[in-house]
């Protein structure tokens, strides 16, 4: 039988003090109140031997309400009586029938959670080398630009036809591509479907949110001018493993000075 069954629930910081003081033994039985007393002496000292003072999670797991005034730390009335009523039970049912309740296993602070788990990638795209795979991309995206361009201002259009740039970067043989737009001078990452498969075809989708409908500003050329041109792409089979299924993810625009990789 628990002890908690028969004194009710006990507190997580007393299981820990008693522990820390060494009542998780036959000697939980003596319990009394010049020993209650020695074990909230040697609690304050917890801090200082423990080496827990600026971790405030384990401090509560110690000390409770008064997790952050440790010196002043004392049992309260209840739960003085809660400890003799354990060391009651004790002394009456047996060490063994509930002890392990009141044991518990305090977590190492440099304790470091599960590594993630590895990304999903295509087996066949791990044969492609970071130029091959950059080509393909890149008239994949060309392809679903063009196919949109009745959405799409003809100005701009050309400007991503002569301007749109794909850089592949691989990372333990696993190929992350991200696109960087000629109009707004974003860079953002290439999502990737369930298989691993590269999306490209979304990239319309932030051409048609940002870049749909209306005359071409100033500074649009402005930036693709800045931009520079990148050289066309050699006539070649297309891999069907590169997906054209349009992806809802939205494509976040930001500075170029801003960094960073979003999600498309």
Do not use: W
């Amino acid at each position: 039988m628990q002890i908690e069954k028969l004194v009710g629930p006990v507190p997580e910081n007393i299981k820990h003090l008693l522990q820390f003081s060494c009542f998780c033994n036959s000697s939980i039985a003596d319990l009394d109140d010049e020993l209650i007393d020695q074990i909230e002496q040697e609690a304050r000292t917890i801090p200082t031997v423990l080496r827990i003072s600026t971790n405030e999670k384990l401090m509560k797991k110690y000390f409770g309400v008064y997790c952050h005034t440790p010196s002043e730390f004392r049992f309260r009335s209840g739960e003085r009586r809660m400890m003799k009523n354990i060391a009651l039970a004790v002394r009456r049912k047996g060490l063994d029938s509930f002890i392990q309740s009141l044991r518990t296993n305090v977590h190492h602070i440099t304790e470091q959670p599960p590594p993630p788990p590895r990304p999903v990638v295509c087996s066949q795209l791990q044969n492609y080398d970071p130029l091959t795979l950059r080509q393909m991309l890149r008239e994949k995206v060309l392809n679903a630009v063009t196919n949109n361009q009745a959405e799409i201002i003809p100005d701009y259009l050309k400007i991503i036809q002569d301007n749109l740039d794909i850089q592949v970067v691989m990372e333990q043989g696993i190929p992350d591509a991200y696109v960087f737009c000629p109009l707004c001078s974003t860079k953002a990452k290439l999502s990737k479907d369930r298989t691993g498969n590269i999306i490209v075809s979304n990239y319309t989708l932030h051409v048609r949110k940002y870049h749909g409908f209306g005359p071409i500003s100033q500074s649009v050329k402005r930036k693709a001018d800045d931009y520079g041109a990148v050289e066309y792409i050699p006539e070649h089979i297309i891999d069907p493993l590169i997906k054209e299924e349009p992806d809802t993810s939205g494509y976040e625009q930001s500075s170029s000075s801003s960094n960073p990789y979003y999600q498309i």
